[in-house]
């Protein structure tokens, strides 16, 4: 192990690698010795801030990020980012901060996890104005709706190149899919049987398989009630 010379001064809860940069998020003031709020870059040999000499970064709450190109795409309880009004995306590309457009959701969105499958970026969008979720393919400079649910997506992750949704919902457009969803390019979305009962908070990719987290979680004896 070997320690980068003089890192963030305080928290770090999360990094993110390209092939030029390391990017840390957290909760620090400094990173270095320069001033850098909450976001630094690291480049192998110095610490920075992002957005600018004091870090004009994202004010607000980043939940979280995923490498893109040469930056990184941040999702979160934010409104700005650098000189940019935003709706809780935002990406850096080494020079500035870009906004994709989430116009298609009104009343101020805010946004959840992140998870890439193939090319494509997907995100939970939540209405702060109703508290309706939604979840949106992010292409280039757009995101758009991407599941038809019935309840709310509470996470997203990816396993063997799938995405997988937890939450409360029951249907994810014509497909039967209570608690966990999995969509792929390849077979659209689809529930990994057996089926379960009980609250699916997350699901993780493990080597061995798919670790899913809840409350009172059992086996669904395979059933499919009306819609």
Known sequence: WQPTPGGPK????????????MFALGSFHMAGTKQAQDLAQWDGDTWTAV??????????????????????????????AGDLTVDGLARWQGAEWT??????????????????VGSDVFTILVNSATGIRGVYRVRGESATEFA?????????????????MTGDFRWVGQSYAPKLAIWSPQNGWRNPEPRLLGRV??????????????????????????A
């Open 99 to 116: 906004r994709p457009d989430v116009s298609a959701y009104p009343s101020g969105p805010t946004a959840g996890s992140l998870a890439r």
């Open 10 to 21: 305080g928290s770090v809860r999360r990094l993110v690698a390209t092939t030029e940069r």
């Open 148 to 164: 038809n649910l019935d309840g709310a997506p509470t996470s997203l992750s990816v396993h063997r190149g799938t995405l997988v």
């Open 51 to 80: 957005g600018g000499p004091c870090g004009d970064g994202i004010r607000g709450t980043i939940s979280g990020m995923l490498s893109d190109g040469n930056g990184f795409l941040a999702s979160g309880e934010f409104w700005s």
């Open 201 to 226: 908070h997350n699901a993780i990719s493990t080597p061995r398989g798919l670790l899913v987290l809840g409350d009172e979680i059992q086996p669904h004896d395979g059933s499919i009630p009306a």
